[in-house]
């Protein structure tokens, strides 16, 4: 008997030493080179307690504040902190080779970057270096000046026409610009981010030669432009479209997958702009006088949703699908939208100061009754907004909530608030009354 008690205490004390007293003491994080973050942890005979100091170069530092929880479970490390009123949780487990801790940081159910705890701190500069006058690129110029090849023309429509090769992450379309001529010149801009590239463009059934300087393409055209006159081309593209690392503060397109395996598509371009996925005039100062078309060809099975209202729906032999979707308004490039999925749909119009406008939400299908709940929410935000500010201003092109990524996108609002009230699950008040609506909703719409 004494030989068997020996042997238990033997066992917890090897356990406890592996995963109890390891743990405590200083840790540091040695991935992030912005921010120091340090944790300091110890243990009562009932718990563990601790602390934690988060300094960043260029954002908010807490100093010395306690850990609101912290977890061990056999070789998996849990923690949970406020910070800048955010709560996060650090989800960690032990290196097998090493005492080193690795894992992932969370907002709610949103991953936000990779963590290692380690035992020995890593050198930063964390002092914001002296700002420097700011030099700009012949690409900056070409980016964000009004060129002269931009200058001359009036952009008034677009008509975009692709299709979606989900497998090989690959797209190929064309898109119709028409213009009114406000000079007469002949060099036209147009901007389309690689590894995309244009192949073809046609004005007037005549294929056009063009170059290329960087993102930006100059067209050579053919025809005289006659001040006044009212003119097309169609530019044809192709390629694989870069990838978004972290959307929607990185651009690109997001390729993931639903609960049951099902391709989830969708885009965001806030920064980078919209040439990064189509081409067209790249800059804040031209929107399309007449709105646009845009026409998505994608595997039948999947739903493809965008700006404006649907108002056409092609099935293909090939076992694909045409959504036809039609924008009214004028339009900002950067907020044309792109979201695919296995998504299902319901509609709840809203009798507002214009007449009835139509509501109509895209979700996931394992997140729809979820969704019928929270996007009631919809109709008293259009309702404090129309009061406080006017009509909603597209009342023609409808409103939507699309589950995807949280964008501001024209008429077709992306949605990642995952279906709970505050930022989600924050109150970014700190009073309480943050956790009373859902702020991706109204932060999102009220861009």
Not at 418 to 434: A, E, L, P, T, Y
């Amino acid at each position: 008997m004494k030989i068997k008690t020996g042997i238990t205490l033997c066992l917890l004390l090897s356990i406890f030493t592996l995963f109890g007293q390891n743990i405590t003491g200083k840790w540091y994080e040695i991935q992030d080179p912005n921010a120091s973050l340090e944790f300091t942890i110890d243990k009562t005979s009932e718990a563990y307690s601790g602390s934690f100091n988060w300094q960043w170069k260029s954002w908010i530092s807490t100093v010395n504040a306690p850990l609101d929880h912290i977890i061990v479970k056999n070789d998996s490390l849990l923690l949970e902190l406020t910070h800048a009123d955010f709560k996060l949780n650090f989800k960690l487990k032990k290196e097998d080779k090493t005492e080193n801790y690795k894992g992932f940081f969370y907002l709610g159910p949103r991953q936000l970057g990779p963590v290692t705890l380690s035992r020995t701190p890593i050198k930063r500069v964390l002092t914001i270096p002296e700002v420097v006058e700011k030099t700009y690129s012949r690409q900056d110029t070409l980016r964000g000046k009004i060129t002269d090849e931009r200058a001359w023309w009036n952009l008034t429509h677009y008509d975009l026409d692709f299709e979606l090769d989900i497998e090989n992450k690959f797209i190929k379309g064309s898109n119709t610009i028409t213009y009114i001529v406000l000079e007469s010149k002949n060099d036209m801009q147009i901007d389309l981010q690689p590894p995309l590239k244009i192949t073809k463009v046609i004005q007037a059934g005549d294929s056009l030669t063009f170059t290329q300087e960087g993102n930006a393409y100059v067209i050579h055209l053919k025809e005289n432009q006659t001040k006044g006159s009212s003119k097309e081309i169609e530019v044809f593209y192709e390629g694989n479209p870069k990838e978004a690392p972290r959307a929607p503060w990185d651009g690109g397109f997001s390729w993931e997958k639903d609960a049951n395996g099902k391709p989830v598509v969708f885009t965001s371009c806030q920064g980078e702009g919209a040439s990064l996925w189509w081409p067209n005039k790249d800059h804040m100062y031209d929107e399309p006088d007449n709105g646009m078309i845009i026409r998505v060809t994608v595997p039948e099975d999947l739903i493809a949703v965008a700006n404006g209202k649907l108002t056409a729906t092609e099935k293909k032999d090939n076992g694909t699908t045409t959504y036809q979707w039609t924008v009214v308004n004028p339009i900002n490039s950067y907020g044309v939208a792109l979201n695919v999925a296995d998504y299902v749909h319901f509609s709840d119009p809203y009798n507002g100061m214009e007449g009835t406008l139509e509501c109509d939400y895209y979700v996931l299908p394992e997140h729809l009754e979820e969704a019928k709940v929270q996007f009631k929410q919809a109709h008293s935000m259009l309702e404090a907004f129309e009061y406080w500010f006017g009509p909603y201003p597209f009342y023609e092109d409808s409103y939507k909530l699309v589950e995807g990524v949280g964008m501001e996108h024209q008429s077709s609002i992306g949605y990642s608030g995952g279906f709970i009230n505050g930022n989600r699950g924050n109150d970014m008040s700190g009073s309480g009354w943050g956790l009373k609506f859902d702020y991706l909703i109204i932060h999102e719409s009220g861009h």
